[in-house]
């Protein structure tokens, strides 16, 4: 059984300090990087996923708030443009030589990274990348727990693999939302479990 460990949106925007922050952002960054390393060989693929969006007057799909004043619920504040320090991955996330690469939200609504595109992926998506190379399960960690982490991981239980969430190298925006997409999770077979 081959795995992967999809790392969700650890970038600077997303952490301390940016547009979007969560907190514990960085500290997600950091720790896993130290999992990473502590597990190495253990993953026969890992894949990194990023928000790449266009800059304004581009809203992305209604993703930014273009009057300026967003809902954080489907509208926010303009976050991860793509080539800008803030899309960058956060300086303490360290991954390993051949890591996948995936950007998504480019012109549009993305949260999943199964709905982005694979870096020189010739046009291939994630879920055709990951069958390829013989994966049947992964393991998702990364920002938001509440977004970007559910909506892969969920992506990723519907493309047919066997799918756990890894809590403690995750973070949210907000404790309500947590509860509902930690639920959600459960409820569709994901499994919820301490990366120790």
Excluded at 172 to 193: F, K, S
Aim: aromatic share 6%; charged share 15%; proline share 4%.
């Amino acid at each position: 059984m081959s795995t992967a460990l999809i790392v969700v949106d650890v970038q600077n925007d997303f952490c301390e300090g940016g547009a979007l922050a969560v907190a514990g952002g960085a500290a997600v960054a950091e720790s896993i990087t130290r999992f990473v390393e502590r597990t190495s060989g253990m993953y026969d693929v890992v894949v990194a996923t990023r928000d790449w969006h266009a800059a304004l007057p581009d809203t992305n799909d209604g993703h930014f708030a273009a009057d300026g004043l967003p809902d954080y619920v489907t509208t926010w504040p303009v976050h991860c443009v793509a080539g800008t320090v803030g899309a960058e991955y956060h300086p303490l996330l360290s991954l390993p030589p051949g890591t996948v690469h995936v950007v998504k939200g480019e012109s549009r609504q993305d949260y999943s990274g199964f709905s982005g595109r694979v870096v020189g992926g010739d046009g291939a998506d994630l879920a055709t990348v990951l069958s390829a190379r013989g994966v049947t399960r992964v393991e998702v960690v990364g920002l938001a727990t509440d977004h970007c982490v559910r909506a892969t991981a969920l992506d990723a239980c519907g493309a047919g693999f066997d799918v756990t969430v890894l809590t403690d190298l995750t973070a949210a925006v907000a404790a309500p939302t947590a509860v509902a997409a930690l639920t959600d999770l459960a409820v569709a077979g994901i499994g919820l479990v301490r990366s120790a």
